[in-house]
């Protein structure tokens, strides 16, 4: 598994030294001349030719494969000071896990009555109040498939039967792909659920590489219904934030992830969080998302051990009653987090004029850590970026200071009787570099650390 394994690492994010190196039509050999079509071969030999070097990168600790041949002199360089080679039947024993309940993660090739996802017959994640259902009983092709947004190492799955029925799926074939187009079998057949609610951990036969998992159930391989409910088992701990996601696997997408912000060794939870991976290079993980409707003024919510999700984006949609997009993150909760840039987001319908910039500034990473303190320093210490068209920050004059647990909300910079940053500010302003403009005008504000 290491080389191809490897080889797909190649695709993603490895430097190839000397020539070019392609894997021959899925085949284990790499050559400087073939063309790589599918990654067939991930698990078993795999031969570097004579005069060429694959390079694994400094940020990638361990490369999971099983036998590889050098021809020659053919060379695999591990050039971290931490990196190896883990045979690819080496598992995690207490795996990490993922399962969201986010519609851009799951596709089906059908659900049962075709419907929509989140309704009763196309909920698919763990835990949830009933499962996906295929639209056939049973026909060895209906498939339910989950995105992780980025490749990752993938040791099995975890899957449940249909919560409120007797239906689940007792035998199933397992594909993976980094590109969703490419397949490469993971196990063909996996004995999974004998009931509807334990959770079954499967592992594959050997770790794999990949973002994308597609499980179909065999023929007579279902317990009344091709019904089921389904995680991925990661074979490595998760990340600590979207920036180590972003350096390790630099083709990751926007979306959801799991992360974890002290590590497993932390007390602190992992938790679900919206990574920004295109905006300035990405990496960025949101701490902060109001999306307010005009003409209401509801209470903020501040997140001690979650992250806020990004939802809508247009102006004008109320996500107020949104527990997973609505909210802040509290000092306490993002000391966890080890990062050097902030970035600032808004806009309202009082006016065209768009905030969008980051900053190193230490005074605003310490009071928004800490709640003590202000954002002093920030007029002349930030990069505007793609969009910003406000006056704040280098018109910053004034700062409300030491708010603890609303630091980010309540005027943490402004320009007194002419531009604000308020979210709530005192007790009833949302503004996006404006002022008194109470809580009349949609309004939309972001937060995001790196």
């Known amino acids: 598994m290491k080389q191809s394994i490897v080889f797909l690492l190649l695709l993603q994010i490895v430097t190839v030294v000397a020539q070019t190196s392609t894997n021959s039509a899925g085949n284990g050999t790499y050559t400087n001349t073939s063309s790589w079509t599918s990654p067939s071969n991930l698990t078993g030999t795999n031969t570097i030719e004579n005069g060429h070097t694959i390079t694994i990168p400094s940020n990638i600790n361990q490369v999971y494969s099983n036998k590889i041949i050098f021809s020659d002199n053919g060379k695999l360089v591990l050039s971290g000071s931490n990196s190896k080679w883990v045979p690819a039947t080496s598992m995690n024993p207490t795996p990490p896990s993922e399962s969201f309940s986010f519609q851009t993660n799951w596709s089906a090739s059908s659900s049962w009555v075709n ?12 835990d949830s109040y009933q499962g996906w259902s295929a639209g056939s009983t049973n026909n060895g092709t209906d498939y339910l498939q989950y995105d992780l947004k980025s490749p990752r190492w993938l040791q099995g799955i975890v899957t449940q039967g249909r919560a409120n029925a007797a239906q689940w799926v007792t035998n199933a074939k397992v594909e ?12 063909s057949s996996l004995t999974l659920n004998t009931d509807s609610n334990t959770k079954k951990y499967t592992n594959f036969p050997n770790v794999m590489y990949g973002r994308y ?9 279902v317990y009344g219904h091709a019904s089921m409910r389904l995680g991925v088992l990661l074979r490595d701990d998760i990340f600590k934030s979207c920036n180590e996601i972003k350096t390790n696997f630099p083709n990751a997408t926007d979306g959801v992830y799991v992360i974890d912000p002290d590590g ?25 998302n109001y999306l307010h409707l005009g003409g209401t003024n509801p209470l903020l919510v501040e997140k001690s051990n979650t992250l806020p999700l990004l939802g809508s984006t247009t102006l004008g949609v109320d996500e107020q009653a949104s527990a997973t997009t609505w909210g802040h993150v509290t000092p306490a909760y993002l000391t966890k987090f080890n990062f050097t840039e902030l970035r600032f987001y808004g806009k309202t319908s009082l006016h065209t004029r768009v905030i969008h910039f980051k900053t190193f500034n230490a005074n605003t990473i310490s009071y928004f850590k800490t709640g003590t303190g202000s954002m002093i320093g920030i007029a002349t210490s930030f990069t505007s970026l793609t969009g910003h068209s406000a006056f704040l920050p280098a018109s910053t004059a004034h700062y409300i200071s030491d ?8 005027f943490p910079m402004y320009l007194s009787g002419t531009y604000h940053w308020g979210i709530r500010g005192g007790g009833a ?13 949609n309004t939309y504000h972001q937060i995001w650390i790196r």
């Not at 993976?176 to 196990?187: L, P």
């Not at 998992?213 to 391989?221: D, F, Y």
């Not at 302003?429 to 005008?441: G, K, P, Q």
Request: hydrophobic fraction near 35%; proline fraction near 4%.
């Open 176 to 187: 993976v792909s980094t590109d969703n187009i490419n397949w490469s079998t993971a196990a």
């Open 403 to 410: 708010q603890g647990t609303i630091a980010m909300t309540n």
């Open 213 to 221: 998992v597609r499980v179909t159930p065999n023929l007579n391989g």
């Open 429 to 441: 302003r949302w503004e996006v570099d404006d002022f008194l403009n109470s809580y009349t005008y």
């Open 264 to 288: 497993t060794a932390g007390a602190t939870p992992a938790t679900a969080c919206y990574c920004d991976m295109t905006t300035d290079g990405g990496g960025w993980t949101l701490v902060l």
């Open 115 to 126: 419907e929509s996802f989140g309704a009763a017959h196309y909920t698919p994640w763990i």
